[in-house]
T-cell receptor, first 111, second 117 residues
């Protein structure tokens, strides 16, 4: 699975949009971009995933560049509850395809 | 969304004893489950892939005789930490793939915190 690079930490004011970048320059054609987050002492929570088109759900939006070498997770109106470590992961879709976690971005939402 | 449940959520045991952690997919069947461990302030590290009806596949450096994995049914995988020692104290997390959804998203359990005295 392709490796990803994320900034180690970011701050965001409550109510503002949080934009979390991720580089995945070695992604291959059949690999998806997945985003998960982990709130302290809990299991990771699925947020969103995409292949090449931008995606939006009730939690977030995912913007993938045309060359697919990077993406941005957008939380449109961050709240204190969004404080967590956010992981960007790329993987294939085979049954045995694994999720390999990098170091993620620690997002701190402040008042 | 899909639910994956782990039990127990926390356990304390004496050194030398064995501890079993269960991982259940509550509303879907999972032929494949994954076990991770996480030390404080670190990322999740994949330990093994649990396959229903066959042997688990372990990642490099993970002792298969130390961490016994059994995937007895399509909704249950168990991880047994045998002869536990203080260095095995960690947060153990399982995940299961819901192949009924699109590209088979992975959903995670709440985690099980093991403390070995």
């Amino acid at each position: 699975d392709a490796k990803t690079t994320q900034p180690p930490s970011m701050d965001c004011a409550e109510g503002r949009a949080a934009n979390l970048p991720c580089n995945h320059s070695t992604i291959s054609g059949n690999e998806y971009v997945y985003w998960y987050r982990q709130i302290h002492s809990q299991g990771p929570q699925y947020i969103i995933h995409g292949l090449k088109n931008n995606e939006t759900n009730e939690m977030a939006s995912l913007i993938i560049t045309e060359d697919r070498k990077s993406s941005t997770l957008i939380l449109p109106h961050a709240t204190l509850r969004d404080t967590a470590v956010y992981y960007c992961i790329v993987r294939g879709t085979g049954t045995a395809s694994k999720l390999t976690f990098g170091t993620g971005t620690r997002l701190q939402v402040t008042l | 969304g899909a639910v994956v449940s782990q039990h127990p959520s926390w356990v304390i045991c004496k050194s030398g004893t064995s501890v079993k952690i269960e991982c259940r997919s509550l509303d879907f069947q999972a032929t494949t489950m994954f076990w991770y461990r996480q030390f404080p302030k670190q990322s999740l590290m994949l330990m093994a892939t649990s396959n229903e009806g066959s042997k688990a596949t372990y990642e490099q450096g993970v002792e298969k005789d130390k961490f016994l994995i059994n995937h007895a049914s399509l909704t249950l995988s168990t991880l047994t930490v045998t002869s536990a020692h203080p260095e095995d104290s960690s947060f153990y997390i399982c995940s299961a793939r819901d192949m009924g959804r699109g590209t088979g998203e992975l959903f995670f359990g709440e985690g099980s915190r093991l403390t070995v005295l």
